[in-house]
T-cell receptor, first 111, second 119 residues
Framework: SQQGEEDPQALSIQEGENATMNCSYK?????LQWYRQNSGRGLVHLIL?????REKHSGRLRVTLDTSKKSSSLLITASRAADTASYFC???????????FGSGTRLQVQP | DGGITQSPKYLFRKEGQNVTLSCEQNLNHDAMYWYRQDPGQGLRLIYY???????QKGDIAEGYSVSREKKESFPLTVTSAQKNPTAFYLC??????????????????FGPGTRLTVL
C-alpha cells in the first residue's frame, strides 16, 4: 500500500519561483527520502532526512520533517525549467527494510 | 562506471508467456529491489533481497518471481499468472546497514527501467 501521499498532485510555476511539495505518512519511520523522476526514466535520489532530524539542506533543496504531524515538505528555491519532473517521497517504515513510495507531485516549471 | 543497468528497455509479451527482466549492479550493494510503476502513479514494491540467496515478497508479489544467485544480479520473471503486467518496471539497489545501530537501507540507486507491454 502507498503510505506517502504528496500534495499537490501537480504544480505549475514560473522559472525563478519557489516550489513547495508536501508529503504525509501514516506510521512511524526511520527515515524519509525524496526522489526525482524525469518522464520515462529511473528515479534519482535527492535527499534523505532521518527521524531525529527536523531540517536538511542540499543546494537549492530544503527538506523539513515533522514527526508529530507525520509530514515532510520539499522546497526547491529559484526553480529552473530543468527542474520539471515528478517528485516522490518515500518512507522507511519501522520494522520494514524497503521503502514505501507516495504517488508523486508533477512539477512543471515554465521558462 | 559504477551503476545499475536494466535490460531490455522495451519488452513485448504475448498472453500466457513468461518473460524475464534483467537487473545488474556493480555498486557492491547487498540490497536490491523491484518496483512496478503504472502511468501517473508511484512505485509499488514487488520483491526485495537483502542478501544473496534470500528475498522477500513486497506488496504486489503475486504473478512475479525472482532469484538472487549472485550479489550483482536480481532478475525478475513476470509469469502468465500476472493478469495485468503492462507497466514500467524499475530495479534499484542500496547499502543496507545491519546491526544494532542500523538505520536500515539508505538511498536507493535506480536503473533506467524496462517498459513491458502485453500484446
Amino acid at each position: 500500500s502507498q503510505q506517502g501521499e504528496e500534495d499537490p498532485q501537480a504544480l505549475s510555476i514560473q522559472e525563478g519561483e519557489n516550489a513547495t511539495m508536501n508529503c504525509s505518512y501514516k506510521t512511524s519511520i526511520n527515515n524519509l527520502q525524496w526522489y526525482r523522476q524525469n518522464s520515462g526514466r529511473g528515479l534519482v535520489h535527492l535527499i534523505l532526512i532521518r527521524s531525529n532530524e527536523r531540517e536538511k539542506h542540499s543546494g537549492r533543496l530544503r527538506v523539513t520533517l515533522d514527526t508529530s504531524k507525520k509530514s515532510s515538505s520539499l522546497l526547491i528555491t529559484a526553480s529552473r525549467a530543468a527542474d520539471t519532473a515528478s517528485y516522490f517521497c518515500a518512507t522507511l517504515n519501522m520494522g520494514r527494510r524497503a521503502l514505501t513510495f507516495g504517488s508523486g507531485t508533477r512539477l512543471q516549471v515554465q521558462p | 562506471d559504477g551503476g545499475i543497468t536494466q535490460s531490455p528497455k522495451y519488452l513485448f509479451r504475448k498472453e500466457g508467456q513468461n518473460v524475464t527482466l534483467s537487473c545488474e549492479q556493480n555498486l557492491n550493494h547487498d540490497a536490491m529491489y523491484w518496483y512496478r510503476q503504472d502511468p501517473g502513479q508511484g512505485l509499488r514494491l514487488i520483491y526485495y533481497s537483502q542478501i544473496v540467496n534470500d528475498f522477500q515478497k513486497g506488496d504486489i508479489a503475486e504473478g512475479y518471481s525472482v532469484s538472487r544467485e549472485k550479489k550483482e544480479s536480481f532478475p525478475l520473471t513476470v509469469t502468465s499468472a500476472q493478469k495485468n503486467p503492462t507497466a514500467f518496471y524499475l530495479c534499484a539497489s542500496s547499502i543496507d546497514r545491519q546491526g544494532v545501530l542500523a538505520g536500515g537501507p539508505d538511498e536507493q540507486f535506480f536503473g533506467p527501467g524496462t517498459r513491458l507491454t502485453v500484446l
